[in-house]
């Protein structure tokens, strides 16, 4: 009887710490590959306004910016061309105050457009959510929204 319990108590056991470790998936990070880290970096601290993190390998290729809790966005220089990338591609943030964001790109002249592409124009989504959409400066698309959820 002890043997059966303590297989029961070392199964079940097994069975807590493997539920711990099985927990669901989350996202840690993104990254970009960029021509100009010096200048993507401005972009995403200046006009997207991503606060910095503390990177590990400290040779001036990476730049990991917090874009949540626990996630990043990590930069990386070493691209050697600019590429076309798809606007169904892209990184989405929520900002808190949708005008003022838009005001700072324009008095920044950084160009904006809708989902149909109609430059200095906002996409209202049927759920209500405003949204546009910018480039950084390698191209990557990326969505601005006043997503409350």
């Known amino acids: 009887m002890k043997i059966a ?45 991503l606060d910095t993190v503390p ?10 910016y917090k874009t949540g809790e626990h996630t990043m966005l990590h930069v990386i220089q070493g691209a050697n061309q600019k590429k ?10 929520t900002v808190s105050n ?13 160009p904006y457009e809708d989902v149909a592409g109609n430059k200095n124009k906002v996409t209202t989504r049927v759920d209500g959510i405003h949204q546009i959409w910018v480039q950084d400066p390698d191209g990557y698309w990326i969505e601005i929204n006043d997503d409350t959820f």
């Open 55 to 64: 990177e590990p390998f400290h040779d001036g290729r990476h730049i990991w």
């Open 98 to 110: 949708f005008n003022e964001f838009t005001n700072k790109l324009t008095t920044l002249n950084w």
């Open 84 to 93: 076309e990338y798809y606007k169904n591609q892209h990184t989405c943030f």
């Open 5 to 49: 319990c303590l297989i029961t108590f070392l199964s079940l056991g097994t069975l807590v710490s493997a539920q711990k470790t099985n927990s669901k998936v989350h996202i840690n990070h993104t990254a970009i590959f960029v021509m100009n880290l010096a200048e993507t970096g401005k972009f995403y601290s200046n006009v997207i306004g």
